[in-house]
């Protein structure tokens, strides 16, 4: 089963970028789509973004344009690239592959 630890989350004020990072144990995940989460308080767990194992993403229309998801297979790490944050921003984001429980997230907060 692949172990994922996310990191990389923290405090941005609203224009600002963040960078989160996804790392992997083992090889396995390098054949597999990964995706991106995020939950917001009070809010469902919701899909952000996906790439698949040979690098083609998809994006929620909510982070279109603003987040951008790329993936390392060398270093066993996918990232997810934030820019332009805003508040609605906020939440805690996980990472996630068909095979892995959902790890702790990082949490992720853009003040206004």
């Known amino acids: 089963q692949v172990q994922l630890v996310e990191s990389g989350g923290g405090l941005v004020q609203a224009g600002g970028s963040l960078r989160l990072s996804c790392a992997a144990s083992?090889?396995?995940?390098?054949?597999?789509?990964m995706g991106w989460y995020r939950q917001a308080p009070g809010k469902f767990r919701v899909l952000i973004g996906t790439i698949t194992s040979s690098g083609s993403t998809n994006y929620a229309d909510s982070v279109k344009g603003r987040f951008t998801i790329s993936r390392d297979n060398a270093k066993n790490t996918v990232y997810l690239q934030m820019d332009n944050l805003k508040p609605e921003d906020t939440a805690v984001y996980y990472c996630k592959v068909p095979t892995s429980d959902w790890g702790q997230g990082t949490q992720v907060t853009v003040s206004s």
């Open positions: 083992g090889t396995a995940f390098r054949f597999t789509t």
